[in-house]
């Protein structure tokens, strides 16, 4: 694996910040630990892509920090962030999957575990490289916003900032998130859901079988939340509970624009 096929992080920024780890073996045949100050990662993917992985999620962590650092700055010193995100990695889909259902995740692709504060997701050979690029933001997002601010829910907000921060493009800064999210605009091609529905979607509704227009209205609520009310966005991350159905008409005219292309 090389950074341009899993990451948009160039091979040369990978190669300068792997210049200082340390690659341990484990007690577990195959199994490998990399740790830096912000992160240890552990899996038995080979050790290029365990390093790779490693640089990947610093640069999330630098991105996060960046787009709403603000608000981590005055939180923090209140409440000082776990010292290290933890994310383990596993080869083989089996073996994640076995991994999930001692979580009580029996059914994730990817999974943040609020308990153990541990992202966890398979990344083999048979693994779509962008996509799993996606995933893997995405439940670094999950992990920042727990270990930062211990913001877990409302779920809208969890899984829509989630969606938001996990659709990346690389720029001379390093991460950012592009506003787009084509996967979210082809599911509005189905009948919205009314902004109070969103705001109250219980587990049942996001993750069941309607998850995926949950999700794209999610994203879409958050995009329009940082590009128009920045402000409410850090009342929520301070674990706010501001009114929002009055943004009702102008979020279903966005979500209307978005389906007109």
Same mark, same amino acid.
């Given at each position: 694996?090389?950074?341009?096929?899993?990451?948009?992080?160039?091979? $040369?920024?990978?190669? !300068?910040?792997?210049?200082?780890?340390t690659?341990?073996?484990?007690?577990?045949?195959?199994?490998?630990?990399? &740790?830096?100050e912000?992160?240890?990662a552990?899996? $038995?993917?080979?050790?290029?892509?365990?390093k790779?992985?490693?640089?990947?999620?610093?640069?999330?962590?630098?991105?996060?920090?960046? !787009?709403?650092?603000?608000?981590?700055?005055?939180?923090?010193?209140?409440?000082?962030?776990?010292?290290?995100?933890?994310?383990?990695?596993?080869?083989? @889909?089996?073996? *994640?999957? @076995?991994?999930?259902?001692?979580?009580?995740?029996?059914?994730?692709?990817?999974?943040? /575990?609020?308990?153990?504060? #541990?992202?966890?997701?398979?990344?083999?050979?048979?693994?779509?490289? &962008?996509? *799993?690029?996606?995933?893997?933001?995405?439940? *670094?997002?999950h =992990?920042?916003?727990?270990?930062?601010?211990?913001?877990? !829910?409302?779920?809208?907000f969890?899984?829509?900032?989630?969606?938001? *921060?996990?659709?990346? &493009?690389?720029?001379? @800064?390093?991460?950012?998130?592009?506003?787009?999210?084509?996967? =979210?605009?082809?599911?509005? =091609?189905?009948?919205?859901?009314?902004?109070?529905?969103?705001?109250?979607?219980?587990?049942?509704?996001?993750?069941?079988? /309607?998850?995926?227009?949950?999700?794209?209205?999610?994203?879409?609520?958050?995009?329009?939340?940082?590009?128009?009310?920045? #402000?409410?966005?850090?009342?929520?991350?301070?674990?706010?509970?501001? /009114?929002?159905?009055?943004?009702?008409?102008?979020?279903?005219?966005?979500?209307?624009?978005? @389906?007109?292309?």
């Amino acid at each position: 694996h090389t950074g341009g096929a899993v990451s948009g992080v160039p091979d $040369d920024v990978v190669e !300068e910040r792997s210049k200082r780890y340390t690659l341990n073996l484990l007690e577990t045949p195959g199994w490998k630990k990399v &740790e830096t100050e912000k992160l240890v990662a552990v899996g $038995d993917v080979p050790e290029p892509a365990l390093k790779l992985l490693t640089a990947t999620g610093e640069e999330f962590i630098e991105m996060l920090s960046r !787009e709403i650092g603000e608000t981590a700055q005055i939180y923090q010193a209140r409440r000082p962030p776990h010292h290290q995100y933890q994310v383990r990695l596993f080869d083989k @889909r089996k073996d *994640f999957c @076995r991994y999930a259902n001692i979580c009580g995740a029996s059914n994730a692709l990817s999974l943040y /575990n609020p308990v153990s504060r #541990e992202m966890g997701l398979h990344f083999g050979d048979d693994a779509d490289h &962008e996509e *799993f690029e996606q995933t893997y933001a995405h439940e *670094f997002t999950h =992990a920042f916003m727990d270990q930062v601010y211990r913001v877990t !829910e409302p779920l809208w907000f969890a899984e829509g900032m989630a969606e938001y *921060f996990s659709r990346l &493009e690389w720029t001379k @800064r390093g991460y950012k998130p592009t506003g787009r999210n084509w996967k =979210a605009m082809m599911h509005m =091609a189905e009948e919205l859901i009314p902004l109070p529905k969103i705001l109250a979607a219980t587990r049942g509704d996001m993750y069941g079988l /309607n998850f995926p227009l949950y999700y794209a209205e999610a994203w879409a609520l958050v995009r329009v939340l940082l590009k128009n009310h920045p #402000e409410l966005v850090h009342v929520l991350l301070k674990k706010g509970k501001p /009114n929002l159905e009055y943004l009702s008409n102008d979020f279903m005219a966005y979500m209307k624009r978005l @389906r007109r292309g």
